[in-house]
């Protein structure tokens, strides 16, 4: 029996009659990789409007819509033909359009929503910043930690190390020897990145899809770089963590950009809360949300609380000390393998109270 072929993605709808905005279309259709469906004016486009993934319209065509009786949906682009004319956001809402866009500027942007229709990809993935508050904190413990109670919990999840300086989170998954690309192998990439074969060739450790530094090769990589990398490793996954230095440069403060939640790691001590307020001074520009992740005991009994409102972000929680983790990390084991300890305890709790988390069922 023959091999059967790969379903084709569904195709966005270009509704114009402007010949030289259709050929701009096209091509950038072109460079997404997906065949668009294309029809001249609203009439023609209405068997096709309701289905589509995604329909881009022309200004040309706008004012004939009204008359033609297009349903109102989501993921309507109205691309507008001048700049100064006010009266296209009027427009826009007779047709429906989500976004009002010109080009040439808005052409990388049209090109990643037809990339995401080739790709046949929902939303991104709810994506975490995991950054110490000073030396030895455990934030790259606890990055490790989230990811693999992700996975059990049933997410599709993604692991990346954004400090290249770390020693690498595939060591501490027990997978340094595991084929796959490292950061160096991506230095050159650019532009929009496939999310699926990206996520093919990277390690997939304990069910994790991880994205490392390699050892033995020089660590630097461009801002375009991480902002790509990681766009696409949202793309793909329901749940991504990044381990974030807390000395941030621009590649940091690249992938911070990329996170919508930092979890900041802070042991419940004096001089630690002082170094986490210079960390969060630096992390604030690039990423607003940021919460505190308390590691208890705390020697002169400073609470979790307290070191919350010192920093002034709220409380995600606290970490109480796991005996054996060190031991269990020589030995290869990541940490958040042992379901009833703190830490797995913490991060299974941390994602079911996130909304973002879309939690599917903690697998047996």
């Known amino acids: 029996m023959a091999a059967l072929s790969p379903p084709r993605p569904a195709r966005p709808l270009l509704v114009t009659g402007d010949p030289a905005l259709l050929d701009e279309l096209l091509r950038l259709c072109a460079v997404a990789g997906i065949e668009p469906e294309v029809q001249p004016d609203a009439g023609a486009a209405r068997g096709a409007w309701p289905g589509a993934p995604l329909v881009i319209v022309g200004d040309d065509v706008t004012r004939d819509s009204a008359r033609c009786g297009i349903p109102r949906r989501e993921d309507v682009i109205l691309i507008g033909d001048d700049l100064d004319d006010g009266d296209v956001w009027r427009r826009a809402v007779e047709v429906g359009a989500d976004h009002v866009v010109f080009l040439p500027d808005a052409e990388a942007w049209i090109v990643d929503r037809l990339g995401d229709v080739a790709e046949g990809t929902g939303p991104d993935a709810h994506t975490i910043a995991v950054i110490g508050g000073c030396g030895g904190s455990g934030a790259s413990t606890l990055a490790c930690a989230l990811a693999v109670t992700a996975v059990r919990t049933g997410l599709v999840t993604a692991l990346v190390d954004g400090d290249p300086l770390g020693g690498g989170l595939?060591?501490?998954?027990?997978?340094?020897?595991?084929?796959?690309?490292?950061?160096?192998?991506?230095?050159?990439?650019?532009?929009?990145?496939?999310?699926?074969?990206?996520?093919?060739?990277?390690?997939?450790?304990?069910?994790?899809?991880?994205?490392?530094?390699?050892?033995?090769r020089p660590p630097g990589i461009p801002p375009d770089t991480m902002r790509s990398v990681v766009r696409a490793v949202r793309r793909r996954h329901d749940f991504a963590v990044l381990d974030v230095p807390r000395h941030t440069d621009p590649v940091g403060d690249e992938a911070l950009r990329q996170c919508d939640t930092g979890l900041l790691v802070v042991p419940a001590e004096v001089r630690a809360l002082a170094a986490a307020a210079q960390a969060l001074e630096r992390v604030r520009p690039a990423l607003r949300d940021v919460r505190a992740v308390v590691r208890q005991p705390s020697p002169s009994g400073l609470s979790s609380a307290a070191v919350a409102r010192g920093l002034g972000v709220p409380l995600a929680g606290e970490l109480r000390p796991e005996a054996g983790l060190s031991a269990a990390a020589e030995r290869g084991d990541p940490p958040g393998l042992r379901t009833r300890g703190p830490l797995a305890r913490f991060c299974r709790d941390y994602i079911a109270g996130n909304p973002a988390g879309l939690v599917r069922g903690e697998a047996a």
């Open 170 to 216: 595939d060591v501490l998954l027990g997978g340094e020897d595991e084929s796959g690309l490292r950061w160096p192998d991506l230095a050159g990439a650019r532009g929009r990145i496939d999310g699926g074969a990206l996520s093919e060739a990277l390690p997939h450790l304990h069910g994790l899809t991880v994205l490392s530094w390699d050892r033995e």
